[in-house]
């Protein structure tokens, strides 16, 4: 049996412009990698040396670049995470001096402070210094000093009268007479 194939030369040209499409798009370096690949599928047995080293190489490369990734991931979140976590802090320190500038300008305890911190959130304000200012004015006037009235001394405080230490002696020295003394003294302020 001959290997001559006797073809017309129609058939010839088609197939000699078939096999140079063919070669250019083997070779081509933007497009052979994809036109072998589907050669391959097409046909599985196909021996391709190009794409076999390729698919290997890739294979290695895409198992070190997903570890990455996912390396990359990981700490992608954990420097979220942190600078969450480092502007919260800030945000605390910030509202927490604030806090206590209000609670050193309205003269606020800690169960006042507490009820400026649920009036803010009831509300919804924003600014503790504003909280503190509804908060006061909503709270009723604290009461007047009691001031003594005009019949009785204005002071009991008999032991500064004289300054401590000879009030103090004259106590110690004779307390009835001093008793005396300060009972007549109270008395003599008080209007008849």
Do not use: C
Not at 87 to 95: A, G, H, N, P, S
Not at 168 to 190: G, R, Y
Request: proline residues 7%.
């Amino acid at each position: 049996m001959s290997d001559n194939v006797e073809v017309s030369r129609a058939e010839l040209d088609t197939l000699r412009r078939g096999y140079a499409l063919l070669d250019r798009l083997w070779t081509d370096p933007a497009d052979g990698l994809t036109v072998k690949k589907i050669a391959k599928k097409v046909e599985p047995t196909l021996k391709v040396p190009d794409l076999d080293l390729v698919t290997q190489v890739s294979t290695a490369h895409d198992e070190k670049f997903a570890a990455l990734e996912k390396q990359n991931t990981e700490l992608q979140e954990r420097l979220e995470k942190f600078q969450t976590e480092l502007r919260e802090r800030d945000e605390d320190t910030k509202l927490s001096g604030k806090f206590e500038k209000v609670r050193k300008d309205f003269g606020l305890t800690n169960e006042g402070l507490d009820q400026v911190v649920s009036l803010m959130r009831e509300r919804q304000i924003a600014d503790p210094e504003a909280a503190a200012a509804l908060w006061s004015r909503n709270q009723p006037p604290a009461p007047k000093p009691v001031t003594s009235p005009n019949y009785l001394p204005a002071s009991l405080d008999i032991m500064n009268q004289f300054g401590p230490e000879e009030e103090m002696k004259q106590w110690l020295a004779d307390p009835l007479k001093k008793f005396d003394n300060e009972v007549a003294k109270i008395l003599s302020e008080t209007p008849m």
